[in-house]
Every structure is written in structure tokens, then in C-alpha cells.
């Protein structure tokens, strides 16, 4: 299996992971656990969203977090803009980096953005250019690669055609999403053998969400097809609000576990993760998903001694290692 020596996890645990909560976060309480995420390691955080107040309430201070978080200039802070007006509030609020985004089938774009792909490509178009011209870089997300929750299977033609349009206005790179999480590792290999092809030189994020707990193995395909860079959400936090039942962003904690078993590089301080996966989780009043948090839960209020908690982690990344070798091969053989 082919691994590369180091990946980049962008954390949208703040913007993708709050969207969809039904409790209130605090504004004080999303910039402490933000400057949290901060000093992780973490290259890239998703600081919040300038959609409409109306439509993503959870994110209706993103103004005020933008302004009052603690920059740390080792950390790109990008956030998601819908539009002209999003991008000015963004740029006035403190961006690195824009994140636009649509669908690429028609009726998820309708639900999403109440607008056709025809309609909604000048709109990206004219943001990409403006936050071009402020000298800030562009993130462009595209949902429903692999499924829709209204169409069925994706044409992997029509993500190509979204795709090259918002190269051409610009972007930086494409996150290429698995909107419902049900995208299982041979799909993976049908898209991105085409992706690579098609966009050679180009760069490609992976977005995968874990309804059916397959993000991890598709990760790993990924990974074998070059992709080095995924946004995670911490504690896996997160869905989408017009993608009926789909779950969070595959969690961040278990992604490091993955690549630290595999002896991947990603700068990310385990400890500091662990405790800012704890701190959003308390303010939240709810268990996180993420299975290595809720595992490290399970060994704390054991009180088990730091050496043999280490021990044990090491264990058990040689045992995910083995594991995801063994599920990787049988994909294949599936997909052969």
C-alpha cells in the first residue's frame, strides 16, 4: 500500500460541526475552544459560516468570533461565504481563505442554495473573483460527488463539469464531499481515477462524512490514489441540514489515530486535540461519536496508568493497521 509521508487535516469541527447542532454554543465558548484548536498543530481551521442567520442560526455570530478569536500565524483561518454580501462580511470579520460551495446534482443544489447549478455558477464565479481580488485564497466545495439523497449515484461527469468551472473562475482547490456518508471505498476508486486524470495538476481535497462508518476506509483509499489533504471534524461533529440523515464529517481524533498508527506525519498534537474535543463536548452536553474520544473516555474514568494507557495505544494502532490492510484488500478483490 502506498502511504504518503505526511497529510494535512483541515478541522471544520467550528463550521461544519456547529451548523447542524440544535443547542446554542456561546460566542465566548466557540473563540476559547477555536484558540484551542489553534495551538493543535492544526494548518487550517473553518472558523464559522456567512450564511444568512435565517438559514444557519447556530453561526449567527461568525462576525464576532472572526473578530475576537486569537490568530495564531502558523493557522489559515477560512470560513464559508454563500455570496457577494458573505464575502464582504467575511473579509470585514478577518479571513485567510474563502470557502464557497454548491452541489453537483440539481435537486441537492435546489435544497442547498434555492438555486440551479446554471444559476448558482456566475454566483460563484463573481465571489471566487472578488476574494481573488482581496488577495485571499479559495477553497471550492462541491456535495454529492459520490451520492445524492434525491438522485441516486452521482455522474461523475457532471462533478467534472462542476469541478472545471470553479477551477476556471479561479479556485485554489476542490473538496471533493461525500455529502451522506455512503460513498463505500470502490466509488472512491471510480471517481478519483477519473478525478486524477481530468485534474491532473490540481489540487483536490477528500470531504467525507461518516453515516455508515465508512469514512475511515475511504480514507485510506484515498490516500492510495494520492490524496493527501481531508477535512475532519473534531469529536465528528457535524451533518447536513439539507442532506436528510447524513451524520457528521469522519471525526478528527480517529483520522490522527489512523495516521499516527501509520507513521503519517500531521503535526497535530494528540493531547491538546483530546482536550479541545473535551471542552466542546462539555459545552455541548452530549457524547461525540468520535470512537477513539469516546475509548480515551472509557480508559480515564478507569484511572489507568499513563505507561499502560500508552502501551495499550500503540497495540491498538498496530491492530487498526492490520485491520485496515485486511478491509483495504477485500475492497479490492470486490471492486475487481
Not at 435546489?110 to 460563484?124: C, R
Amino acid at each position: 500500500m502506498r502511504w504518503p509521508k505526511e497529510v494535512e487535516l483541515k478541522e471544520v469541527g467550528p463550521r461544519d460541526g456547529l451548523q447542524n447542532e440544535p443547542g446554542w454554543v456561546n460566542t465566548e465558548h466557540k473563540v476559547a475552544w477555536i484558540n484551542m484548536l489553534s495551538n493543535t498543530g492544526i494548518k487550517e481551521i473553518e472558523y464559522s459560516s456567512f450564511v444568512h442567520p435565517k438559514w444557519i442560526p447556530a453561526l449567527k455570530d461568525a462576525r464576532e468570533v472572526g473578530r475576537q478569536i486569537k490568530r495564531n500565524p502558523n493557522v489559515t483561518y477560512s470560513a464559508l461565504v454563500p455570496n457577494q454580501k458573505g464575502l464582504e462580511h467575511a473579509l470585514e470579520a478577518g479571513i485567510d481563505r474563502a470557502s464557497v460551495f454548491m452541489s453537483a446534482t440539481e435537486t441537492h443544489n435546489l435544497k442547498n442554495i434555492n438555486k440551479s447549478i446554471d444559476e448558482t455558477l456566475p454566483i460563484m464565479k463573481q465571489v471566487i473573483q472578488d476574494a481573488k481580488a482581496a488577495n485571499k485564497k479559495v477553497t471550492a466545495y462541491v456535495s454529492t460527488v459520490f451520492d445524492c439523497p434525491f438522485e441516486g449515484k452521482t455522474d461523475v461527469n457532471q462533478v467534472l463539469k462542476v469541478a472545471e468551472a470553479l477551477f476556471e473562475y479561479g479556485a485554489d482547490d476542490i473538496s471533493l464531499g461525500d455529502t451522506i456518508g455512503s460513498a463505500v471505498p470502490n466509488q472512491i476508486e471510480e471517481v478519483l481515477e477519473v478525478v486524477n486524470q481530468y485534474f491532473a495538476n490540481k489540487d483536490i481535497i477528500m470531504h467525507f462524512h461518516d453515516t455508515r462508518g465508512m469514512a475511515i476506509a475511504n480514507i485510506v483509499t484515498s490516500m492510495n490514489y494520492g490524496m493527501t489533504r481531508f477535512d475532519t471534524s473534531i469529536g465528528g461533529l457535524g451533518g447536513c441540514p439539507y442532506a436528510p440523515g447524513a451524520a457528521g464529517n469522519v471525526a478528527t481524533n480517529d483520522v490522527l489515530y489512523l495516521m499516527n498508527g501509520l507513521g503519517i506525519e500531521t503535526n497535530i498534537d494528540e493531547e491538546k486535540l483530546l482536550k479541545a474535543a473535551f471542552y466542546i463536548q462539555n459545552k455541548l452536553n452530549k457524547k461525540l461519536p468520535s470512537r477513539s474520544l469516546m475509548y480515551e473516555l472509557s480508559q480515564m474514568s478507569e484511572g489507568i496508568d499513563a505507561d499502560v494507557l500508552e502501551q495499550k495505544r500503540r497495540r491498538k494502532r498496530d491492530m487498526m493497521y492490520d485491520f485496515l490492510k485486511y478491509q483495504y484488500d477485500i475492497f479490492k478483490k470486490m471492486a475487481q
